[in-house]
Nanobody, 116 residues
Framework: QVQLVESGGGLVQAGGSLRLSCAASRINFSLYDMRWYRQAPGKQRELVAGITTGGTTNYANSVKGRFTISKDNAKNTVYLQMNSLKHEDTAVYYC??????????WGQGTQVNVSS
């Protein structure tokens, strides 16, 4: 059974940093684009950042210059470094293994709370 396990969420003050990790198991990690989505209370889920199999990255405008996505294929892990956090970054963050060929998989989510 495929598993995506996020970690690294928590409570941080505005201006602080967190690094989220997502460890994937039982998938061929290198064949998937990896994405981070988030969903804040009362809001739609939104794409935060993505990294393709080739390493190309993309970001939501709201996080550009503050968040960095990276991955380690040897560890089957994708990261989201979040700096200069704002209260509006408060959300549940989800790791996604996305593919047009294979099934897409979602993690269970990790809560990030940024106090203002």
């Amino acid at each position: 059974q495929v598993q995506l396990v996020e970690s690294g969420g928590g409570l941080v003050q505005a201006g602080g940093s967190l690094r989220l990790s997502c460890a994937a198991s039982r998938i061929n990690f290198s064949l998937y684009d990896m994405r981070w989505y988030r969903q804040a209370p009362g809001k739609q889920r939104e794409l935060v950042a993505g990294i393709t199999t080739g390493g190309t990255t993309n970001y939501a405008n709201s996080v550009k210059g503050r968040f960095t996505i990276s991955k380690d294929n040897a560890k089957n892990t994708v990261y989201l470094q979040m700096n200069s956090l704002k209260h509006e970054d408060t959300a549940v963050y989800y790791c996604v293994a996305w593919s047009v060929v294979f099934l897409t998989y979602w993690g269970q989510g990790t809560q990030v709370n940024v106090s203002s």
